[in-house]
């Protein structure tokens, strides 16, 4: 992949995300590795709607410099730091969407209360510690919480979600948002009674070593 076409891969995913209701207004940001030390990222502070392709910006994922004079999105250095750890990780996604950020302002795990949310994103999604946004702390308490998770909630503040491609991370943040409203729903009913650990992480490690390479081939 060249940078002109990951550029309009997260443009195209900034508009998704603004019409599903996962981003409003400038907040959150996507980012997309382009190969092992650049990746591409929304710019700080522009309204999705009003962005053009050419306007995401290029960075090194190893030293944080980026091209050009548009800044990148605030939390560019938690993508990078993700990148560098997770290497099979190529896309991130961080959003502020209403049910995910009630339980992150609740700070409250969600157990395996759903078969997509335990496929998809794992055996739970915690809740990263309290960090001041694109702070140092932040990026390490976020890729604490998502050791062997496809998503994590950070305190107060909104969600992550991570991908080995755009798609997949963009269906994550569906799940994850799905599976937030219901655990929400589901307190007024006695509360949510979650999948067993043990069954929720082999349905986890089932989609990822086989289930969706099946469905790659399907294509």
């Known amino acids: 992949m060249d940078i002109k076409e990951a550029k309009q891969k997260v443009w195209e995913s900034g508009k998704r995300l603004l019409a599903e209701g996962l981003v409003k207004g400038t907040w959150g940001n996507i980012s997309l590795r382009v190969d092992k030390e650049t990746m591409v990222i929304t710019p700080s502070g522009r309204e999705y709607q009003d962005l053009k392709p050419d306007e ?29 750890n997770r290497k099979e990780i190529n896309a991130v996604i961080h959003t502020h969407p209403p049910s995910a950020s009630t339980v ?3 700070r409250r795990e969600v157990p395996p209360i759903l078969d997509d949310m335990a496929q998809l994103i794992g055996p739970s999604v915690r809740v990263a510690d309290y960090a001041r946004s694109s702070s ?4 390490r308490v976020a890729l604490k919480a998502l050791r062997g998770r496809m998503a994590c909630l950070l305190a107060n503040n909104g969600a992550v979600c991570i991908g080995r491609d755009l798609e997949e991370a963009f269906v994550v943040s569906q799940v994850l948002e799905k599976a937030c409203r219901v655990f929400i729903e589901a307190e007024f009913l006695g509360g949510a009674k979650s999948i067993g650990k043990v069954e929720a992480y082999l349905m986890h490690q089932y989609y990822l070593n086989k289930y969706s390479k099946q469905k790659k081939g399907n294509r």
């Open 56 to 84: 995401m910006v290029e960075v090194n994922i190893p030293t944080y410099k980026y091209k050009g004079t548009v800044k990148p999105s605030t939390g560019f250095k938690m993508h990078a730091d993700i990148f560098r």
């Open 104 to 106: 992150a302002a609740a």
């Open 136 to 139: 140092r702390k932040m990026n």
